[in-house]
């Protein structure tokens, strides 16, 4: 990534992190819930990538040990105002706005951004992007994790981050292996049905390649992390 494309990024990143903190602080003029301020813990400051963000909008990591009470610890680094977007309630809460201020939507399937004659394009198709793009050096990420259930929603307020070193799924495709949690909450679920834990980055891997046995990896590397047997 050029210097040029980073700084590009972090400004629209530094804009985002202000907008969103508004809504955590409960001062937007539209939008009451949806993002929230957490502690975010991660093994060192590089794997963040939030150093650029300490002195613009962030306050500076602290080192931290993590005891589990079980004998297990973790030496980590946290972060104390990274903001979580809750997905399901921003984006009900922007639909509701856009709808309130005539806003037409129309649901339609296109195999070409020429179909489309709008300035601006928020663009999220996914494995679709490759066919819209027209560049079939694209390649899809896949992606496994696990949503929780019944969980104390009052413990689940913080995020943690570990990355594991680059390896290979059994049909060859490149894999990378994380350690995540943080308080997702689908919509139309149990108001306890909180939390997801993953996950893994296969690159090129479609549904032809479901890497299923990701699922029971993904179980394995969180129980380890917190010492559970």
Do not use: W
């Given at each position: 990534?050029?210097?040029?494309?980073?700084?590009?990024?972090?400004?629209?990143?530094?804009?985002?992190?202000?907008?969103?903190?508004?809504?955590?602080?409960?001062?937007?003029?539209?939008?009451?819930?949806?993002?929230?301020?957490?502690?975010?813990?991660?093994?060192?400051?590089?794997?963040?990538?939030?150093?650029?963000?300490?002195?613009?909008?962030?306050?500076?990591?602290?080192?931290?040990?993590?005891?589990?009470?079980?004998?297990?610890?973790?030496?980590?680094?946290?972060?104390?105002?990274?903001?979580?977007?809750?997905?399901?309630?921003?984006?009900?809460?922007?639909?509701?706005?856009?709808?309130?201020?005539?806003?037409?939507?129309?649901?339609?399937?296109?195999?070409?951004?020429?179909?489309?004659?709008?300035?601006?394009?928020?663009?999220?198709?996914?494995?679709?992007?490759?066919?819209?793009?027209?560049?079939?050096?694209?390649?899809?990420?896949?992606?496994?994790?696990?949503?929780?259930?019944?969980?104390?929603?009052?413990?689940?307020?913080?995020?943690?981050?570990?990355?594991?070193?680059?390896?290979?799924?059994?049909?060859?495709?490149?894999?990378?292996?994380?350690?995540?949690?943080?308080?997702?909450?689908?919509?139309?679920?149990?108001?306890?049905?909180?939390?997801?834990?993953?996950a893994t980055f296969i690159k090129g891997a479609t549904s032809l390649t479901p890497n299923q046995e990701e699922f029971d990896i993904v179980l394995k590397n969180a129980k380890e992390f917190y010492g559970l047997k």
């Amino acid at each position: 990534m050029t210097q040029k494309l980073k700084s590009i990024i972090y400004k629209i990143g530094f804009k985002a992190y202000k907008f969103y903190k508004v809504i955590a602080d409960k001062r937007h003029p539209h939008f009451a819930d949806g993002a929230v301020v957490l502690p975010t813990y991660f093994e060192n400051r590089d794997d963040s990538g939030l150093e650029p963000y300490v002195g613009v909008v962030m306050e500076p990591a602290k080192d931290v040990v993590l005891d589990f009470g079980n004998g297990t610890t973790r030496y980590m680094v946290a972060y104390d105002d990274v903001i979580f977007v809750d997905v399901s309630k921003m984006m009900t809460a922007l639909a509701d706005y856009l709808k309130k201020n005539k806003v037409r939507f129309i649901k339609k399937k296109i195999h070409s951004f020429s179909q489309i004659r709008d300035k601006f394009i928020v663009n999220c198709t996914g494995i679709g992007a490759k066919e819209l793009s027209s560049d079939d050096k694209m390649l899809s990420v896949q992606g496994h994790l696990i949503m929780l259930k019944n969980q104390k929603v009052a413990d689940l307020q913080h995020m943690i981050f570990v990355y594991f070193k680059e390896k290979a799924t059994k049909s060859g495709q490149k894999l990378t292996r994380s350690f995540y949690i943080f308080p997702k909450h689908l919509p139309n679920s149990g108001v306890n049905d909180v939390g997801v834990i993953g996950a893994t980055f296969i690159k090129g891997a479609t549904s032809l390649t479901p890497n299923q046995e990701e699922f029971d990896i993904v179980l394995k590397n969180a129980k380890e992390f917190y010492g559970l047997k």
